[in-house]
């Protein structure tokens, strides 16, 4: 080989050292050393409610601690809270809520007289109308139910709203605040 040929390469293998030296303190995803501690917390205390159904509350929280992605964890905390007040409803059945399907819920009643599996309820009633279930089967209060859908906005917001800024912070409060409505739909 010339020596040309061995400088250049010489000169690539030190670049290719210097590049990879500077990265390694870059920004990395990864499943080691806690991001944000109190993740942990909110998981306990999820878990300390007897929520069995962890699935989305835990990709959630993963978001917060380990992505950064605070906009992506409120959707998921959202979702995981609606699958919770959806099988809350269907525990009898859904007996209860056929009892005042025609009566409260009259749109839905001239689209499906009696709901009867959880994909009927997905397939009729979105969050909002969810809440409205919730309220008038007694599970939760007016103050708790306007709560409730200030939450909901704010995880339309973090779905449908590019401008909407949010932190870490404000994903763990919201994660803070779901917990304490956790207990009206277990």
Known sequence: MNTDL??????????????????????????KAERVPEVNELRQEIKS???????????????????????????????????????????????????ILKTAFHGVYKKKSQIATKQDLCDLFDDAVLLEVGKKLGFFDKHVHMQLNAMRDERNNCAHVQEYAVTVRIALGFYAKLINFLPYIL
């Open 49 to 99: 409610l007897g929520v069995t159904e962890l699935d989305y509350f835990s990709e959630g929280l993963d978001c917060i601690q380990y992505a950064q992605a605070p906009r992506a964890a409120i959707v998921l905390g959202w979702t995981g809270f609606i699958d919770l007040l959806q099988n809350k409803i269907g525990k009898d059945n859904y007996a209860s809520l056929n009892t």
């Open 6 to 31: 061995l400088s250049i390469i010489h000169s690539i293998a030190l670049k290719a050292s210097a590049w990879q030296k500077a990265q390694e303190g870059g920004y990395v995803v990864t499943k």
